[in-house]
């Protein structure tokens, strides 16, 4: 048997096409960018039909599938995930950044080309952990955070509360998690300041 000699050893980045889907909804001028992001282990064509009513409030409405797919089933049913199935949290984390930079370039490259006045990240309990990641590194990029189902993991967020302070979140639980007409008329008015349900970073 020859003898086998290691050249060579690194690591090479990798890009994952992922789709997206903008739309906009009532008058020209300054509206909210509305972004969300699914449940994981659903896809866009889901995400599409669960936020109908929501595509009701005026402004940009930008609904983006998760980059890492199921192995099975192919087509329209196949789940996705916003990070890989790793155990360790090191490469979770580094799969966290890795969608954050993804986010963060596709909602860069959209900006010039509408009137958008603030960034509301919408999400559920599933894609919990990828948006407060995004707030907890980004947050002069958001203005709003609405949850459905679920709470904020302050975990990476840092000691220095000021970064955070412009920060509103609202968290809605049981009935109020139902995405309907009233809901979207609760965020409607909660997004304009007239409803006492805010709750700071």
């Not at 995400?47 to 192919?74: C, F, M, N, S, W």
């Not at 679920?150 to 109020?176: F, T």
Request: hydrophobic residues 35%.
């Amino acid at each position: 048997m020859s003898k086998q000699e290691l050249i060579l050893s690194g690591k090479a980045s990798f890009y994952l096409e992922v789709p997206y889907r903008l739309y906009r909804t009532g008058n020209d001028g300054k509206q909210p960018l509305f972004v969300y992001l699914h449940e994981t282990g659903r896809n866009l064509a889901e995400l599409e039909k669960t936020i109908a009513p929501l595509r009701a409030l005026p402004g940009y409405h930008l609904l983006i599938q998760a980059p890492y797919p199921d192995v099975l089933p192919e087509g329209e049913d196949r789940s996705y995930y916003w990070i890989p199935n790793h155990k360790d949290e090191q490469t979770i984390t580094a799969a966290r950044e890795y969608v954050s930079e993804f986010l963060q370039e596709v909602i860069d490259g959209l900006l010039p080309h509408i009137d958008a006045g603030r960034l509301v990240l919408v999400g559920w309990e599933g894609s919990r952990n990828q948006i407060s990641y995004f707030c907890a590194t980004r947050p002069h990029y958001i203005n709003e955070m609405v949850l459905f189902g679920g709470s904020v993991n302050r975990s990476w967020m840092e000691q220095d509360s000021s970064r955070y302070k412009h920060l509103r979140m609202l968290g809605l639980s049981g009935k109020d998690a139902e995405i309907s007409d009233g809901t979207a008329s609760t965020i409607q008015k909660w997004i304009r300041g007239e409803s006492g349900e805010t709750n700071r970073g």
